[in-house]
């Protein structure tokens, strides 16, 4: 069984960081790029990040780019999400996503087929 575990978020002053990160278990976690996706108060699903199996290609959503970087340790089957310079509109629920067997490159929505359980990331003052 797929299992994808988010922690490390909390609470933040706008302008602060925080590292969230995914522990994946249950399928290759090498073999698969891996997603980060985010959903805000009252709004739909936003993807964010995504990272190619070897952790040498990533892509960034237009709202994080600079400020957030996605990686991943593949011995500890971990996927990690920096976060930098945090805004209020940065305040969601962070989800890690990995795509189907069958598309296990592809990061779009429609690729994605397991989702963590998420954790809440809230920048105020």
């Known amino acids: 069984q797929v299992q994808l575990v988010e922690s490390g978020g909390g609470l933040v002053q706008p302008g602060g960081s925080l590292t969230l990160s995914c522990a994946a278990s249950g399928f290759t976690f090498s073999s698969y790029a891996m997603s980060w996706v985010r959903q805000a108060p009252g709004k739909g699903l936003e993807w964010v990040s995504a990272?190619?199996?070897?952790?040498?290609?990533?892509n960034y959503a237009d709202s994080v780019k600079g400020r957030f970087t996605i990686s991943r340790d593949n011995a500890k089957n971990t996927l990690y999400l920096q976060m930098s310079s945090l805004k209020p509109e940065d305040t969601a629920v962070y989800y890690c996503a990995k795509p189907a067997s069958g598309h296990y490159a592809c990061s779009a929505y429609v690729c994605l087929d397991a989702w963590g359980q998420g954790t809440q990331v809230t920048a105020s003052s």
């Open positions: 990272i190619n199996s070897g952790g040498g290609s990533t």
